[in-house]
């Protein structure tokens, strides 16, 4: 099981992003997919999960209305939009798979002006 996160960077606060995660070595449609994030000095918190039945989706309630996960099966692929970013949400990214202690690498996010 592979998991490979991309797409994080520097944004100015009201700006947008689009994470990335590929993933290798399992049958990507069987499984709930989910980002997490850890901020400088915090533990790692679920941001938003993708089910793998009827693509559902939930969010951390922070995140609501700006953040949109999706997934593209027939790619092993799965997206996190971020719009209209706030310093809070600067951390590193991380997708995970269910079924598992499965992590990528991690990406990291920075909003700051």
């Known amino acids: 099981v592979q998991l490979v996160e991309s797409g994080g960077g520097l944004v100015q606060p009201g700006g947008s992003l689009k994470l990335s995660c590929e993933g290798s070595?399992?049958?990507?449609?069987?499984?709930?997919m989910s980002w997490y994030r850890q901020a400088p000095g915090k533990g790692r918190e679920l941001v938003a999960t993708?089910?793998?039945?009827?693509?559902?989706?939930d969010y951390l309630d922070s995140v609501k209305g700006r953040f949109t996960v999706s997934r593209d099966n027939a790619k092993n692929m799965m997206y996190l939009q971020m719009n209209n970013l706030k310093p809070e949400d600067t951390a590193v990214y991380y997708c995970?798979?269910?079924?598992?202690?499965?992590w990528g690498q991690g990406t990291q996010v920075t909003v700051s002006s």
């Open positions: 070595g399992f049958t990507f449609s069987l499984f709930t």
């Open positions: 993708s089910t793998r039945s009827d693509y559902g989706t």
């Open positions: 995970k798979r269910a079924s598992g202690d499965y």
